[in-house]
């Protein structure tokens, strides 16, 4: 089992920056391909960025392109995503997600976090 526990979110003026942290704890993070997902209210949950375990591959949704930045640290089992440029339309609860294996768009995560929530006013 893998705990996974987002911090980090909170309210950003259009325009300004955050850093999502996601703590895992549990098993090994060795081997945990590491994701990000977000649902804005009356929305279904969507891909934001994925990376795998080596930080040698990373995968961003064409909406946050450019603006946002996943990477991760093993030794501290954490995985980051540095959210630059917000628009209010970034606004959601952001999740925290693993699998075991490398990362693919047809392939569930296996576990998921509680969520933190960006609120981006405009």
């Known amino acids: 089992q893998v705990q996974l526990v987002e911090s980090g979110g909170g309210l950003v003026q259009a325009g300004g920056s955050l850093r999502l942290s996601c703590a895992a704890s549990g098993r090994t993070f060795s081997g945990y391909a590491m994701g990000w997902f977000r649902q804005a209210p009356g929305k279904e949950r969507e891909f934001v960025a994925a990376i795998n375990w080596s930080g040698g591959r990373t995968y961003y949704a064409d909406s946050v392109k450019g603006r946002f930045t996943i990477s991760r640290d093993n030794a501290k089992n954490t995985v980051y995503l540095q959210m630059n440029s917000l628009k209010p339309e970034d606004t959601a609860v952001y999740y925290c997600?693993?699998?075991?294996?490398?990362?693919?768009?047809?392939?569930?995560?296996?576990?998921w976090g509680k969520g933190t929530l960006v609120t981006v006013s405009s």
């Open positions: 997600a693993a699998r075991l294996g490398l990362y693919s768009a047809n392939a569930k995560m296996d576990y």
